[in-house]
Structures are given as C-alpha cells and as structure tokens.
C-alpha cells in the first residue's frame, strides 16, 4: 500500500513542509528506515539518528533543519505514529470461513463473515458476532459470547458463560474466566468456595498474551472500554478495570480490587484486596499497593508512598549500612556522655 505525504498529513491533521506528493509505503524507526518509509522523532533522546536516517520523510513537532527531506508538523508524533502504522500493517490472515476441522456445538449461533480456524473449540450456545476471527486452539465455553470484530489468537481459552464485547483483542495464551481463589477452611481442610459469576470485558479492549482473568464468586469480574492490559497480567475475582485504564506486564490485582478510569499502572506491580484506585491515579513499576490510592495520586515504591518521595528514598538506600553505622557510634557517644555527666 502505498500513500502521499498529502494524504498521510490529512490523515494525522499535520501540515507538510516539503514536497507532499512523494509517496511512502511504510513506517519504520529512525535507525531501520529505507527510502521510501516516514519515520518519527518523538525523543530528543534520539535526535542525533536524524542525520543517518535514509527515511524519506519525518513526522515530528518542530521542523529539524539538519534534515534535507519533507516533514510533517504534528503536534503528537507518538500518535501521528500510532495512527500511520495502521495504514501500513499487515492485516490479520484469515481462515476462509470455518474450518471443518473445528469443533463447534450445533447450537453455536455464528455470525457473518466468521474465521474459525482448524482444532479450534466453540461449545453449546454460544454467540459468535459478525467479523470474528479465532484463531487454532481456541477454547469457548457454553453459553460465552463474543462480540463483532473481535479477535482471538492461538490458545485463547474463555470459559462458559463469559461476555466479550466488540472489537476485542485477546492475544495468545490467555485465560478468560478460570474459578477465582476462594476457598473457606473446615478445620485443616480447605473447602472451595463455588465462583459463580462470569467475566465481563467491555469493546475495544486489548489484553496481551498469558494473561488470567477470573470469573468472580458471585456478579463479575469487568473490565470495562477501551481497557489495555500487557503481557502476564492477573486480575483476581470480582475486580473492575475502569474505561481506558493502561496496566503493564507481570502486574497482580488481588481480588475485589476496584480501578478507577483512564489509570496507568507500571509493570510487576502488586494490589492488596478491597481497596479502591481512583481515576487518573497513576502507580509506578514494581510498587505494592496496600492501601487506596486516591484520583488523581502519583505514587510508587514498596510500600507505595509519594512519587517524588520515593525517588528521594531510593537515593538513601544504598547508604542505609552506612547510615546506621554512623548512628550507633553516635549513641555510644552519648551514651559515655551521660555517663559522665552523672
């Protein structure tokens, strides 16, 4: 596929300095890019790859005056990127129909313009929208629902009765709806206590590969639009991620967590139960949460404090040995001082 700079710009709400009829037929990094591909700056970090980029063109927020070729004034280049990349990537292969080698339930309702690949799974009653691609090695329990435009790549198991909304991406290995970790102790004996709700994810969610989502003990667990959760993710029983909230690989929301909107959460980050995240709250990589943060909160560390408060703990700790040290030889001071002023 190939565009002009005219119609990319149009596309982005950029303005062209330059010639805006060449054409681009794709987008790469400042480092990778061939003649012939747009590429960004979107980190002075990186400005110095400018002068041996062979891009054609560049999108960034002030013009570069080392660069000799055309550029695109945008006031996002991370955006304008996100937005040109989907002009230029490879679109989702599709099984040509369904496969006869799946297995699906007769009373499987499909909808139009399905995929289902070979070895694939879909059980009794189950909905399937129009547009849906499942990908070999998909598991879908009784009575679950997927959603139009949805997608489902290899391994995906969702168990019975679970909902996916529209335009859903659940990425490989995933697990959507597997029993919560409730059980209540009969003397020495644990004895499971029955998960008898479902999971709910809403449209336009994204959720990376190997994740586990559980079902909850009663209601849902829900993680609402627009929510977009990376690689290696936990989310425990009857938690609710809020619209738009971004959360990073290897994180664990313990059970009946609830997530405000629009929140990010750095990776291998780790939540108590029952407490609340507020809206817009943002927490920092490898923190644990154990109490409520509230909308709008910037903190991080372990146990999470202030943000800026953390960084000014991390720079002591290296020297706490030394610190203590010091400590205890002033208190031995003192203490011969008092001695010897008894």
Request: glycine share 10%; proline share 4%.
């Amino acid at each position: 596929m190939e565009r002009t700079l005219k119609e990319i710009a149009e596309l982005i709400e950029g303005v062209v300095l330059g010639n805006d009829q060449i054409t681009i037929n794709g987008i790469q990094s400042l480092d990778d890019a061939c003649e012939g591909e747009i590429s960004f700056l979107s980190d002075n970090r990186y400005r110095d790859r400018i002068k041996h980029t062979k891009a054609s063109a560049l999108l960034v927020s002030a013009k570069i005056e080392s660069f000799k070729g055309p550029q695109i004034l945008v006031s996002n280049p991370s955006l304008a990127h996100a937005k040109i990349a989907g002009l230029f990537s490879m679109p989702v292969p599709r099984f040509p129909g369904v496969s006869p080698e799946a297995s699906i339930d007769k009373t499987c309702r499909l909808g139009r313009n399905v995929s289902v690949y070979p070895q694939t799974y879909i059980g009794p009653e189950v909905t399937i929208g129009n547009d849906v691609v499942i990908f070999p090695g998909v598991s879908i329990g009784a009575q679950a629902k997927i959603g139009d435009g949805s997608i489902l790549y290899p391994q995906v198991t969702i168990y019975h009765a679970c909902m996916i909304g529209n335009r859903v991406i659940i990425h490989a290995g995933t697990v959507i709806g597997s029993d919560g970790f409730g059980f209540a102790q009969d003397g020495i004996k644990n004895i499971k206590i029955p998960q008898m709700g479902i999971v709910q994810i809403d449209d336009d969610v994204e959720i990376g590969a190997h994740n586990t989502i559980d079902r909850a003990a009663f209601g849902k667990t829900w993680i609402q639009r627009g929510v977009k959760l990376d690689n290696h993710i936990h989310i425990a029983h009857n938690v609710t991620i809020g619209e738009d909230t971004i959360i990073a690989a290897q994180t664990g929301i313990s059970g009946s967590v609830q997530i405000g909107k629009q929140v990010i959460i750095g990776g291998k980050t780790g939540t108590v139960d029952h407490i609340t995240i507020g809206d817009r709250a943002m927490i920092g990589p490898g923190s644990y949460v154990y109490q409520s943060v509230s909308s709008g909160e910037v903190v991080s560390g372990i146990p999470i404090m202030p943000h800026r408060k953390w960084l000014k703990t991390l720079r002591i700790m290296p020297r706490l040995t030394e610190h203590h040290e010091r400590l205890r030889r002033l208190e031995k001071k003192f203490e011969i001082l008092e001695k010897n002023n008894d």
